[in-house]
């Protein structure tokens, strides 16, 4: 297991945008239909805006329809962690970077077949890293 990334609330502040702050540290959520990467298409890595974790590959993601970028699974399980979360008033599971612990999203039991389940991630929440065309 690798280390945590711990930073204090200031060097957050100064690598985040408020944004991006606001979800992945005070467990925030973008605008549906809003993030960059709801509709992108490009082959790669979508890897953590806060600690560069590589998080999920753009073969497993998938259009739900929700408007954030949704994906069948992680691109390693270790590189995720999950938590209860009962804001709102309803109960889901969310979906948190195991280095940095970045709120990413939630992940919910109505994906396709393949796996059963949805991560729905914030846009904002990752970096994306194209797949090299000489591979």
């Not at 960059?36 to 298409?41: F, P, S």
Request: with cysteine; hydrophobic share 25%.
């Amino acid at each position: 297991m690798s280390e945590k990334v711990k930073k204090t609330e200031e060097e957050w502040r100064e690598i985040l945008t408020e944004e991006q702050h606001y979800v992945t540290r005070q467990k925030g959520t973008e605008r549906p239909f809003t993030g960059q990467y709801n509709d992108h298409k490009e082959q790669g890595v979508y890897k953590c805006v806060g600690c560069g974790k590589e998080l999920f590959r753009s073969d497993k993601k998938f259009e739900s329809g929700t408007g954030w970028p949704s994906f069948t699974e992680p691109a390693n399980q270790g590189h995720i962690s999950t938590e209860a979360d009962g804001s709102l008033g309803m109960m889901r599971t969310e979906v948190l970077c195991s280095s940095c612990d970045a709120h990413l999203g939630h992940v919910f039991p109505d994906g396709p077949n393949s796996t059963g389940l949805r991560y729905c991630i914030n846009s904002c929440a990752l970096d994306f890293e194209k797949e090299d065309d000489n591979d």
